[in-house]
T-cell receptor, first 112, second 110 residues
Framework: DAGITQSPRHKVTETGTPVTLRCHQTENHRYMYWYRQDPGHGLRLIHYSYGVKDTDKGEVSDGYSVSRSKTEDFLLTLESATSSQTSVYFC???????????FGPGTRLTVL | GENVEQHPSTLSVQEGDSAVIKCTYSDSASNYFPWYKQELGKRPQLIIDIRSNVGEKKDQRIAVTLNKTAKHFSLHITETQPEDSAVYFCAASNGYALNFGKGTSLLVTP
C-alpha cells in the first residue's frame, strides 16, 4: 500500500496531555498530508508539507502542529489534547499537489 | 476556499443495477478530481480520477464525468456487486490540496 505507515495505530490519552503521531513513507514523495476523519465531516485537511521543513496549514489546523525534518517522516503533534480531537487521523503522500494521494492505514485517537 | 458538495449521502441499489454519485465544486480553478472508496475500518483507496482537460474517463465498470461549465462531476458504477458496498468520497484539487466531499454510503443488496 504505497509504502506508507503510521504509528501508533491506536492511542488512548487524557485531556491536556501531548500526543505525537508519526507518518513514515518509503516512496520519496515530496508532498505529505495529515487529515482527520469524523462521522458526517468526511476527510478534513489539518496540515500539509511540500518539502523538508516546508509546511502549511489546512482547513482545521487549530490545536495541531507539524514537523518534517526528513523526506520520509511527517509528525503531527497535539500540544494539549482535547476531547474534540478524538478522531481517526490519516496521513497521505503525493508526488504533487494535484496528483494522486495515497493514504496510510490511519491512527485511531481517543482523548478522554 | 474550495467547497465540495456530495449527493446523496446514502444510496441503496440492488445487485446488477447502476449507481450514480454526484459532486459539485465552487472553485473554477480546480483541475483534478479523484474518487476514493473506503471500506469499513480501512484507508481510502483511489479508484478513478479525472483532470479538467477531459470530459469522461472509464475503467471497466466505473466511469467519471466532468462538466467544468456547471462545476460538477459524477461517479457511475454499472453492474453493481455486493463488494461495491462502501463509502465513496469525491474530491477536488485547487492546486495546493484536496478538498473532500462528505461521502456517500453505498449499499448493494443481493
Amino acid at each position: 500500500d504505497a509504502g506508507i505507515t503510521q504509528s501508533p495505530r491506536h492511542k488512548v490519552t487524557e485531556t491536556g496531555t501531548p500526543v505525537t503521531l508519526r507518518c513514515h513513507q518509503t516512496e520519496n514523495h515530496r508532498y505529505m498530508y495529515w487529515y482527520r476523519q469524523d462521522p458526517g465531516h468526511g476527510l478534513r485537511l489539518i496540515h500539509y508539507s511540500y518539502g523538508v521543513k516546508d509546511t502549511d496549514k489546512g482547513e482545521v489546523s487549530d490545536g495541531y502542529s507539524v514537523s518534517r525534518s526528513k523526506t520520509e517522516d511527517f509528525l503531527l503533534t497535539l500540544e494539549s489534547a482535547t476531547s474534540s480531537q478524538t478522531s481517526v487521523y490519516f496521513c497521505a503522500i503525493s508526488t504533487g499537489s494535484d496528483n494522486e494521494q495515497f493514504f496510510g492505514p490511519g491512527t485511531r485517537l481517543t482523548v478522554l | 476556499g474550495e467547497n465540495v458538495e456530495q449527493h446523496p449521502s446514502t444510496l441503496s441499489v440492488q445487485e446488477g443495477d447502476s449507481a450514480v454519485i454526484k459532486c459539485t465544486y465552487s472553485d473554477s480553478a480546480s483541475n483534478y478530481f479523484p474518487w476514493y472508496k473506503q471500506e469499513l475500518g480501512k484507508r481510502p483507496q483511489l479508484i478513478i480520477d479525472i483532470r479538467s482537460n477531459v470530459g469522461e474517463k472509464k475503467d471497466q465498470r466505473i466511469a467519471v464525468t466532468l462538466n467544468k461549465t456547471a462545476k460538477h462531476f459524477s461517479l457511475h458504477i454499472t453492474e453493481t456487486q455486493p463488494e461495491d458496498s462502501a463509502v465513496y468520497f469525491c474530491a477536488a484539487s485547487n492546486g495546493y490540496a484536496l478538498n473532500f466531499g462528505k461521502g456517500t454510503s453505498l449499499l448493494v443488496t443481493p
